[in-house]
Each structure stands twice: as structure tokens, then as C-alpha cells.
């Protein structure tokens, strides 16, 4: 679906995803992460860069785990420790993958991927056209309840700098292991809000897309 389409119906309030396709599993079990391995830091840095043409091939199991892993897992297990920073360790923000299978939150504890919705959200993720068929879009949600020691008027600022972190972990995850990504701000919010089921209390930070590139 083009941009302009996407934005007539967001207009319309008709910006809605499609039916879930393959196996749709209520708890998607992960591979032990790999976390060893990869480009060294300054490499991985030096080939740091935005992707906007996906092919549609799904990533392998073990490169989704590892993917999940670098964003937002446990990297400290004596004390839940993750690979990236959250004030106070409030762990405010969520990562949730939307897959052709459906919408599903990742469980940093069990390292597993929890069914949300039996629906492809994908195409609600952006208004670029890409994000409709790259195999993956990543959407990180702040949970405001999980904030209370934060004041108020600063807690989307918070939780912006905790999502900008997981998203730059992917960045460099990518780089590292040739895959291509890139990360958005441009979509429709009441749109994805609706179709993600989310609360009051949750706010969509950032969207995030993963693949392989086509060039």
C-alpha cells in the first residue's frame, strides 16, 4: 500500500492491519541468543546505516533471537540487567515485533515472543510503503504506569532516550551481522494505538524495521 493511500485512510480512520498468515503460535519459543561473535564496536560503527528496500525473506530463527537479544535482553542474569539503559531500571519500554504471523511482545525474562494480536500490523507500523512487506517491524512502546517515580512531565523524554538506545543496539546488531534497518517516527499514531490494543497508559515512541536488503 503506497503513502498516499495509507493517509486517505488514517484520515478516514480506515488505516486497519490484515490477516494473520503461516503459523500463528500463542508463545513463539526463541533460540539461546549468540553473544559472542560479530563486528568489533568501531567496524560495526563504521558500516552504521539506514536501509529502505527489504526483501520479504523472514530472518532465521537464531538471527531473530540474536536481533531481540541486542535490543532488550538480559545481559546480567544475577540481576536482570539488560543490553540497554532504563532510568532507575524502571524497564518502561516494551518491544514489540509485528510479524506476518501477528503482533507479538518480546519477554526480555524468558527470552520468548508472546502472541498480542492474530493480525499483520505491519502495514500500520509506517506510512512508507516498505514497511508493509520487510520481514519485520519493531515498535517500542513506553508504559507510563511503570514510571512513578518520574514526574510526569518527563517521562516520554525518559523513556525516548531508553527506545533510542534499543534502537541503536539494533543498528549496530544489523551493521554487524549484514542485515538492514532503519528507524521511524512518521506513522499514524491513533492508527497504531488501535490496532496494537495498547492503553492509556502506553504510548508509542518509535517504529523500527528489520530485513534483509536488496542491495
Avoid at 538480559?74 to 532510568?87: K, Q
Avoid at 504471523?101 to 499483520?120: F, M, S, T
Avoid at 517516527?185 to 502506553?202: E, P, S, V, Y
Wanted: hydrophobic share 45%; charged share 15%; net charge neutral.
Amino acid at each position: 500500500m503506497n503513502t498516499l493511500t495509507k493517509l486517505a485512510l488514517g484520515v478516514l480512520g480506515q488505516l486497519h492491519g490484515q490477516p494473520a498468515s503461516g503459523a500463528v503460535l500463542g508463545e513463539m519459543a526463541l533460540p539461546p541468543a549468540q553473544t559472542t561473535g560479530g563486528l568489533p564496536l568501531m567496524q560495526a560503527l563504521q558500516q552504521r546505516q539506514s536501509q529502505r528496500d527489504f526483501r520479504p525473506d523472514a530472518l532465521e530463527p537464531p538471527t531473530l533471537s540474536d536481533l531481540l537479544w541486542a535490543a532488550a535482553g538480559i545481559n546480567r542474569a544475577e540481576h536482570g540487567g539488560r543490553t540497554s539503559p532504563s532510568a532507575m531500571n524502571a524497564q518502561e519500554v516494551d518491544l514489540y515485533v509485528a510479524l506476518p504471523q501477528g503482533l507479538y511482545l518480546y519477554e526480555p525474562q524468558r527470552h520468548v515472543l508472546l502472541l498480542i494480536k492474530a493480525e499483520d500490523v505491519r502495514r500500520v507500523t509506517g506510512y512508507q510503503d516498505f514497511v508493509d512487506n520487510a520481514p519485520l517491524d519493531l515498535v517500542y512502546v513506553a508504559d507510563h504506569g511503570r514510571m512513578k517515580m518520574v514526574p510526569a512531565a518527563q517521562r516520554e523524554a525518559y523513556a525516548s532516550v531508553a527506545a533510542g538506545a534499543m534502537a541503536q543496539n539494533v543498528y549496530l546488531f544489523c551493521a554487524s551481522h549484514g542485515l538492514g534497518t532503519v528507524v521511524r517516527a512518521w506513522f499514524d499514531r491513533h492508527a497504531l494505538t488501535k490496532a496494537m490494543g495498547l492503553t492509556n497508559d502506553q504510548q508509542i515512541l518509535l517504529t523500527q524495521t528489520v530485513g534483509h536488503a536488496k542491495r
